[in-house]
């Protein structure tokens, strides 16, 4: 389905609840643009990471604050998947930052203001125009404010934990289910709790729990928001 209505959708939710994979169907369905802001934070926290800047001992804020002019991301669509991945300063990063390593200091490196500053400045310039699904933690509430459709994804922990524990095992089978358990209630703490852009439910948000949903099920309950939207605009 693909309307000459295009409208900008709004995705956001806590880790591993299939925000990104509602994201990519939705907008090979409607022919829109897909940005994955999730994946723009972990290349800055890759950069970060690399430098020597954060640790799960110390994390030295200013040197990154310093340097963020040095960052510069974009996406590039696979030819071989035909999917959109994320390159930190003409270097693609796409494998590297879905890592434990990352997945850990993310939402440190994710409550800098100057971090957020910028990289919300770039997410609103890909999107200016419409056509657009975004997904992250404040894309409804601070990004696009005014989106047609926005929508609140959660689940429950054990299912987010075993989800992504197939996800990473997939490529390392050493990864242990309880370290990622943790690793999920850390990030849902910080990303709920910090002062900037807090990971909130808008009062407009369409709130859907897929803890018993299967994929295409989700997509479908939300093709049917779309269609409903698309026909008034």
């Known amino acids: 389905m693909v309307s000459s209505n295009k409208i900008t959708i709004a995705i956001d939710g806590y880790s591993s609840c299939g925000k990104s994979t509602l994201a990519k169907a939705l907008s090979e369905k409607l022919g829109y643009i897909f940005i994955d802001t999730g994946a723009m934070y972990r290349a800055v926290t890759l950069f970060t990471v690399r430098q020597g800047w954060v640790s799960d001992t110390h994390f030295d804020q200013e040197n990154l604050i310093a340097n963020l002019d040095d960052i510069q991301l974009h996406f590039e669509v ?24 990352i997945s850990s200091q993310v939402s440190k490196v994710a409550s800098i203001r100057e971090v957020r500053v910028k990289l919300v400045a770039e997410q609103q310039k890909m999107g200016a125009k419409g056509g657009v699904v975004m997904d992250g933690r ?35 089978p050493e990864v242990n289910i309880e370290e990622i358990r943790k690793n999920l209630e850390e990030r849902d703490f910080l990303d709920s709790t910090r002062l900037e852009s807090p990971l909130v439910r808008t009062d407009d948000a369409v709130l859907i729990d897929n803890s018993d949903l299967t994929p295409q099920e989700q997509l479908d309950v939300v093709l049917d928001l779309v269609n409903q939207i698309i026909i008034k605009v």
């Open 78 to 101: 696979s030819p071989a998947t035909g999917k959109p991945e994320i390159f930190l300063n003409d270097e693609n990063v796409e494998s590297e930052i879905r890592s434990m390593a």
């Open 138 to 172: 404040d894309i409804g509430s601070v990004v696009f404010p005014n989106a047609e459709l926005k929508l609140f994804i959660t689940a429950k922990p054990e299912i987010r934990a075993e989800r992504r524990f197939k996800e990473l095992a997939a490529v390392n």
